[in-house]
């Protein structure tokens, strides 16, 4: 089934959120699939079909594709090398707050800290000393001073995601409903990309690093990662990088292979 170029309209957004329609390269994308009632779904997940064959996140297997519109009423962009100082043990603010933790979204997903955009990261405080501890709520990063390697007065680039704002959704244009959630006033219906394609999306894990023509995977519950795109081999594989996520253009950009075949 080949979508109506009438229905395929480019988004342009000034967040960094979702599928970017102006760069992807989609040939089909059918809506008849039904998602599953509950289940959060952001636009640029990687999403399988459950028993009762509807759309739900992937947990790494039987990929279906890539959901193009969103059943969730909090909608998330994505940031790449913040650029900030720690000094001493002083909490240091980034741009946004209520970041997306791994206790409110998939365990695996965090905030990524290092002295370079690419390369090794610094280790967050999770229980152990490590070289800084986050506070997602208040969106602050705080040098561990005992047992950091992290200099004094260093700076570091910090990738994250954080909600958009009902103001940034009114500014960034909601649906004719005035609703972020897209499935809900289309019957249940999503509509899915599962055909060879060129994908730009922002959810992917910010926490890993990405470099030209690497492997990427649909996360799996074993990594914490349902639904995104990650370099974690765990689950199956789905493309590869052909744009590397920066601090001015955020998405990543990727070969989708298509729809998992036996």
Not at 61 to 78: D, F, K, P, R, W
Request: proline share 5%.
């Amino acid at each position: 089934m080949t979508a109506s170029p009438l229905i395929s309209a480019f988004q342009v957004s000034p967040y960094s959120m979702g599928v970017d329609r102006k760069r992807s390269v989609i040939k089909t994308d059918p809506g008849y699939y039904v998602a599953e009632p509950g289940e959060v779904i952001r636009s640029g997940m990687v999403v399988s079909l459950n028993a009762s064959q509807r759309v739900i996140k992937s947990v790494g297997t039987n990929v279906l594709g890539i959901a193009l519109y969103n059943q969730t009423s909090t909608e998330y962009a994505t940031v790449v090398g913040e650029y900030i100082q720690l000094n001493a043990g002083v909490a240091t603010n980034l741009k946004h707050a209520n970041l997306l933790s791994p206790v409110v979204g998939p365990p695996g997903l965090g905030v990524r800290v290092g002295a370079a955009l690419t390369g090794a990261a610094y280790a967050e405080t999770t229980g152990a000393d490590n070289d800084y501890v986050v506070s997602y709520v208040n969106g602050t990063i705080t040098r561990v001073v005992a047992t950091t390697t992290i200099p004094d007065g260093g700076f570091v680039y910090v990738n994250y995601l954080y909600p958009l704002t009902s103001a940034d959704l009114e500014f960034e244009g909601r649906n004719f409903w005035n609703l972020q959630d897209d499935v809900a006033i289309q019957d249940g219906k999503i509509t899915v990309c599962h055909d060879q394609a060129t994908i730009f999306t922002a959810c992917y894990d910010p926490q890993k690093t990405y470099t030209l023509n690497a492997k990427l995977y649909a996360g799996a519950t074993a990594d914490g990662l349902d639904g995104y795109v990650t370099s974690d081999s765990t689950g199956d594989y789905i493309g590869r990088v052909i744009q590397i996520p920066t601090a001015s253009d955020p998405f990543l950009g990727f070969r989708f292979t298509g729809m998992a075949v036996a």
